[in-house]
């Protein structure tokens, strides 16, 4: 994700508004190559975790739908996995714009449906229809569309015990046998590996004023 981001911008140089930062896991990686960069997240647990993690970053509990700060602020805002959580995804999308400098630009990161990590969590939450209207949000917002690609990364587990406790973790859910079934059916004899190397695919948008 990173890779893709720093293809997209030169973070060195770069004001960061990093939208929906959760643990903190790419808000790490973004300080340590940022100019400047304040990151938010509205789930308290989930900012805990950052602030442990990133004890001098500058984290906001916030929603990308009303933040606050003052117009023209950041060169870069980037949604990291997290425009399709959003109730209103075209109100965060014109917050977004609102708070972003002259020549900044707006990088939405979703997931990829056709991934099959993103098949296995959709076993406890299928949240295809939420990513589908943060998609048709992007396509109606003020701000034009200049890039969009998929690419892909890779997620490794040690073996099928590691992988139903992260999915279910990630959630803060118990474990439930039918949605293991449903998983372990997904996986086939890859669920035996160790490790076990799954394909999370993701989408990159890159939005521009005017």
């Known amino acids: 994700m990173l890779e893709q981001i720093e293809q997209q911008v030169d973070l060195a140089t770069a004001r960061v508004l990093e939208i929906g930062c959760g643990n903190g896991r790419v808000t790490a990686r973004l300080a340590a190559r940022a100019g400047a960069l304040v990151a938010l997240d509205p789930v308290q647990p989930a900012l805990c975790a950052a602030r442990a993690r990133l004890p001098a970053q500058a984290l906001v509990a916030a929603s990308g739908e009303r933040l606050p700060f003052a117009p023209a602020r950041f060169d870069l805002v980037v949604f990291t996995l997290s425009l399709h959580h ?7 999308l014109a917050e977004a714009a609102r708070v972003l400098a002259p020549g900044g630009r707006v990088l939405v990161i979703e997931p990829d449906e056709s991934g099959r990590l993103e098949r296995v969590f959709a076993q406890l939450v299928d949240e295809g229809a939420e990513v589908a209207a943060a998609q048709r949000a992007v396509a109606r917002c003020p701000l034009r569309l200049a ?15 590691e992988l139903i406790g992260s999915v279910f973790g990630h959630y803060a ?31 990159l948008q890159t939005l521009l004023p005017g």
């Open 173 to 203: 859910l118990p474990e439930d046998p039918t949605a293991v079934a449903r998983i372990d059916a997904l996986l086939g004899p890859d669920g035996a590996a160790r490790p076990i190397l799954l394909e999370d695919r993701m989408r």
């Open 86 to 92: 959003h109730r209103d995804p075209a109100r965060a």
């Open 147 to 161: 890039y969009d690609a998929g690419f892909s990364g890779c997620w490794r587990f040690d073996d099928r015990s």
